[in-house]
């Protein structure tokens, strides 16, 4: 069983940065590759970014390659998610997400733990 809680989340203007986390208990966070998600308000939750194990993969969403990158600390039990540029179409409730699995992947099924959310509002 892994909990996760994220935080970090705000209120910032457009072309600021903001730097969300995401905690997780359990002693196998290590074997757990982790994932960002956002949800837009009536709209369908989709894939932000990946991180394996090791760190030694990672993957981004075209819409935010280049702003937003995603790290993890697995002596601290914490995923990052970087988010640099903000725009205001980047407005959602961001989600932290665990897959027990190798590798990296996006499609949401295949994540097995989810945060509850942190709200991030891009002001324009």
């Known amino acids: 069983q892994v909990q996760l809680v994220e935080s970090g989340g705000g209120l910032v203007q457009a072309g600021g940065s903001l730097r969300l986390s995401c905690a997780a208990s359990?002693?196998?966070?290590?074997?757990?590759?982790m994932g960002w998600f956002r949800q837009p308000p009536g709209k369908a939750r989709e894939f932000v970014a990946a991180i394996s194990w090791t760190s030694d993969m990672t993957y981004t969403a075209d819409s935010v390659k280049g702003r937003f990158t995603i790290s993890r600390d697995n002596a601290k039990n914490i995923v990052y998610l970087q988010m640099n540029s903000l725009k205001p179409e980047d407005t959602d409730v961001y989600y932290c997400a665990a897959a027990h699995m190798k590798g990296i992947t996006t499609p949401q099924p295949k994540y097995d733990y989810w945060g509850q959310g942190t709200q991030v509002s891009v002001s324009s």
């Open positions: 359990g002693r196998t966070f290590r074997t757990y590759t």
